[in-house]
């Protein structure tokens, strides 16, 4: 079946630096990947997707890097800020289809 | 304007007793879909309903059931409550299904 997960359960990093997320997926089919952020108590926000006809999508201070060969998907974030800390989660999309599957999730702990 | 709005926002319930989630999409938003999200995991696929039709249900037993109204808000009915089904219930609102969700804050649900 499909999967989506993440390499990387918790990452650190100081404030200021720059943040690389990854996730890989497993089903060919998908042509349609989101970045969601969840803080505690709230949910999922959207931050950032990308369509399988694109490489490379830019949006403010995130950027999202979709390698189909590979079929791996990751989320950098430059300056990283203590309100960036939160679980981010890659999402992805069946052509087609109209329901998400997600990852497991990378915690994102910023240092002051 | 308001965004998706979940009620109640917690509720506790014991095993064996049934359960009503309530989800206002978007104003202008004519689909809903309804994640359950177990803690330390990524939200998983319930239901998608569109126009009040039903348009795709992920692997969850027939305990699980949702409907959707004229005014395209959203109930999602669980009966005979397992302690597994301790989760927040996440409801996510998209103009036609396809992309665009934005999801609300969640129903956190308690079985004891």
């Known amino acids: 079946g499909e999967s989506v997960g993440l390499h990387l359960p918790t990452l650190s990093v100081q404030e200021g630096d720059n943040s690389i997320i990854n996730c890989a997926y497993s089903?060919?089919?998908?042509?349609?990947f989101i970045w969601y952020k969840q803080e505690s108590g709230k949910g999922p926000q959207f931050i950032i997707d990308?369509?399988?006809?694109?490489d490379k999508r830019q949006g403010q201070r995130v950027t999202v890097l979709l390698n189909k060969t590979v079929k791996h998907l990751s989320l950098q974030i430059a300056a990283t800020q203590p309100g960036d800390s939160a679980v981010y989660f890659c999402?992805?999309?069946?052509?087609?289809?109209?329901?998400?599957?997600f990852g497991t999730g990378t915690r994102l702990t910023v240092i002051p | 304007d308001a965004g998706v709005t979940q009620s109640p926002t917690h509720l506790i319930k014991t095993r064996g007793q049934h359960v009503t989630l309530r989800c206002s999409p978007i104003?202008?938003?004519?689909?809903v879909s309804w994640y359950q999200q177990v803690l330390g995991q990524g939200p998983q696929f319930i239901f998608q309903?569109?126009?009040?039709?039903?348009?795709g249900r992920g692997n969850f037993p027939d305990r699980f059931s949702a409907r959707q109204f004229p005014n395209y808000s959203s109930e999602l009915n669980v009966n005979a409550l397992l302690l597994g089904d301790s989760a927040l219930y996440l409801c996510?609102?998209?103009?036609?299904?396809?992309?665009?969700?934005?999801f609300g804050s969640g129903t956190r649900l308690t079985v004891v």
């Open positions: 996510a609102s998209s103009t036609r299904g396809g992309d665009g969700y934005t």
């Open positions: 089903n060919s089919a998908s042509d349609y």
């Open positions: 990308i369509r399988s006809n694109m």
């Open positions: 999402a992805e999309m069946q052509a087609g289809a109209n329901n998400l599957f």
């Open positions: 104003s202008g938003h004519k689909s």
């Open positions: 309903y569109y126009e009040k039709e039903e348009r």
